[in-house]
């Protein structure tokens, strides 16, 4: 979980054949809302969408910020018949709010040992994950100074 400036809140690493949802809502009861009181909205991807009722209980608002519905996604068509040309979207277009979690996934990839998953245990995953972060921000504060 970031801020809308991209830095890192809470972590939570877990294996890759759990489902979203799962991880999420792992992440949302093992977080100390008090650490973070202006926290009052979070902008999740579509495998979230099932943690609305868990983040209403801790009151905080969830919105899905999903790619908009481009249209018909398929046509039945007789034998011998010409399918019409369907309406798509071209090109990458980022989505609002989310492209600040994925800017953060990439600062955190510059990091060699969170390039490439090399951990067995995602607890040793999820250290790293907050080590990357620490490095940045010690990065940013000693350019500031």
Do not use: C, I
Request: glycine share 12%; proline share 6%; net charge positive.
């Amino acid at each position: 979980m970031t801020d809308t400036g991209g830095r890192l809140l809470k972590a939570f690493v877990h294996p890759a054949n759990e489902h979203d949802k799962r991880g999420g809502e792992a992440l949302l009861l093992g977080m100390d809302l008090s650490l973070w009181p202006r926290v009052q909205k979070l902008f999740v991807d579509w495998g979230y969408r099932g943690l609305k009722g868990l983040a209403s209980s801790l009151g905080l608002e969830l919105e899905v910020v999903a790619r908009p519905y481009a249209g018909v996604r398929g046509v039945w068509v007789r034998e011998g018949e010409e399918a019409p040309e369907l309406p798509r979207e071209r090109g990458f277009k980022p989505l609002p709010k989310r492209w600040v979690v994925e800017r953060t996934f990439a600062w955190l990839g510059r990091n060699r040992r969170l390039a490439k998953d090399y951990e067995a245990n995602p607890g040793v995953s999820e250290a790293w994950v907050y080590l990357g972060m620490l490095r940045l921000l010690v990065k940013r504060l000693a350019r500031a100074a």
